[in-house]
């Protein structure tokens, strides 16, 4: 199992909508039309630089910078359902500053503009262990490994034969599992080698180096999630702004994400339930810091934070991310997760909090998800 890894936000696409106000003094971005644009907009900080491109769904495509920092890039001019909405693309490299968050709701509330969803999420796990290659190999070998999943769609960017098994040669794919058209896909790659391709971003480079302290000479490898507004929309996810910044339910997005979609099981009988799931990732119970170190957190660990919040706020926070865990856990039904969260309320001392969330929802007591637990044995 894989501890020593560090993981994000990559990709963040978010649809807008205007807000509701009598207030008309602002620079009303929906004025900028196909047939009425200039070519730049400055306005309280702001620079709007027109690319000059269309997307699927917008007419325009706009550089955003604020004081010079780039932002990302914003769709105009909406077609057909989004002819009332307003695209908004956060460059990757503004989640590595701890501003992030200010700078994306600053743009927000300068424009008059409110979050209506969020139309894609990229979340990662990247490590210095070659997941890539075991997978591949994991994979071919169907003796020993059953890969148990649901999911139709499974490529091996042009390197897998017609019974499913990898060609082999020196070309190391990309593996995929899922599509875009469902909404949630899985992508191991090589990272490393796709950063020197399209060229080094300091700021990744930087994460690399402080969180990935062992063999350092070896390749990054990413473990890559994508999640959309289709998917999202259809499991009712209540996932907000602040919590994509929050490490703890990153980690545990993408866990909840992963069970019931994929996992390896040792080949131990003919029914897959009944086979031992293999986990590559300390996903579950730990925290980030434990995760990352390989140690015992302390209880001053659990509660270090860089926010200048009052204790009351950074309480209130917690809760929030508590409760979004277990409704999300709830939408998947997903028992194992249920457990998972108790650990971390334990570290937020947030316990009390917890059981009672549990019991208002209607969910089963611990001892009954447990007996559930061992009885299905289908955990990933």
Do not use: W
Request: aromatic share 12%; glycine share 4%.
């Amino acid at each position: 199992m894989i501890t020593n890894y560090v993981s994000g936000l990559d990709k963040l696409e978010i649809t807008l909508k205007e807000q509701d106000s009598y207030n008309t003094s602002y620079f009303n971005l929906y004025q900028i039309t196909n047939t009425n644009y200039s070519n730049v907009y400055e306005y309280d900080g702001f620079t709007l630089t027109n690319k000059n491109k269309s997307t699927t769904n917008y007419n325009l495509t706009y550089e955003v910078r604020y004081n010079n920092i780039l932002i990302g890039s914003t769709q105009l001019d909406g077609r057909g359902m989004f002819e009332d909405k307003i695209g908004l693309k956060i460059n990757n490299e503004l989640f590595r500053k701890k501003d992030c968050q200010s700078k994306i709701k600053l743009f927000l509330n300068t424009f008059h503009l409110k979050i209506n969803n969020f139309s894609c999420i990229d979340l990662f796990i990247d490590t210095r262990d070659n997941i890539r290659d075991i997978f591949i190999e994991m994979f071919n070998n169907k003796q020993d490994y059953l890969f148990n999943t649901r999911v139709k769609t499974i490529d091996f960017f042009g390197s897998i034969d017609v019974e499913g098994y990898i060609i082999p040669g020196n070309f190391k794919p990309t593996f995929y599992l899922g599509s875009n058209h469902t909404g949630k896909r899985v992508t191991i790659y090589n990272k490393t080698k796709e950063l020197q391709a399209k060229g080094h971003k300091q700021s990744i480079t930087v994460l690399h180096d402080e969180h990935l302290t062992h063999d350092k000479e070896n390749d990054v490898y990413r473990f890559e999630l994508r999640l959309k507004n289709s998917y999202l929309q259809s499991k009712k996810y209540s996932i907000d702004l602040d919590s994509l910044f929050d490490e703890e339910f990153i980690k545990y997005l993408i866990s909840s994400n992963l069970t019931n979609f994929f996992d390896f099981r040792e080949r131990t009988s003919t029914r897959p339930n009944r086979c031992k799931a293999i986990h590559f990732f300390d996903l579950s119970v730990k925290s980030v810091f434990q995760a990352r170190n390989g140690l015992a957190a302390s209880n001053n660990d659990s509660h270090k934070t860089t926010s200048t919040l009052n204790q009351q706020q950074i309480e209130k926070s917690k809760k929030s991310i508590i409760r979004k865990m277990i409704k999300t856990a709830i939408i998947e039904y997903d028992k194992q997760s249920i457990l998972n969260v108790k650990h971390i309320a334990i570290q937020y001392n947030l316990l009390d909090f917890y059981e009672k969330e549990i019991k208002d929802l209607g969910f089963l007591k611990e001892k009954d998800l447990k007996k559930e637990i061992k009885k299905s044995n289908s955990i990933f």
